[in-house]
């Protein structure tokens, strides 16, 4: 139905830069929210970042000044820079998409993930 296809992890040292990518594919009306959480090992999932259909964005004070969520609505994309990384960012980051689904006349909204991607901070 809807998949969210995700690239960008890896292996970075502290201090430095990655820049996340997830594209959502499949039948679409339209996407509202679009966003990234992300757990590490131990810890429950949590938020990263949200952009809403609006534009406006949603920051926990963890990565506020860090992080910055951009979307490419003509895409149905959303990415995710990440800079002056951590230790602590060390996690798996899942993209996330509240997603208009269904035939026209009757749609909903449904909340797809992406597989998730590794991202590593260490020296």
């Known amino acids: 139905q809807v998949q969210l296809v995700e690239s960008g992890g890896g292996l970075v040292q502290p201090g430095g830069s990655l820049r996340l990518s997830c594209a959502a594919v499949?039948?679409?009306?339209?996407?509202?929210?679009m966003g990234w959480y992300r757990q590490a090992p131990g810890k429950l999932r949590e938020l990263v970042a949200l952009i809403t259909s609006g534009g406006s964005t949603n920051y926990p004070d963890s990565v506020k000044g860090r992080f910055t969520a951009s979307r490419d609505n003509a895409k149905n994309a959303v990415y995710l820079q990440m800079n002056s990384l951590k230790p602590e960012d060390t996690a798996v980051y899942y993209c996330?998409?509240?997603?208009?689904?269904?035939?026209?006349?009757?749609?909903?909204?449904?909340?797809?993930w992406g597989q998730g991607t590794q991202v590593t901070v260490s020296s």
């Open positions: 996330y998409a509240v997603v208009r689904v269904g035939p026209p006349e009757h749609a909903y909204l449904g909340q797809f």
């Open positions: 499949g039948s679409i009306l339209s996407i509202n929210a």
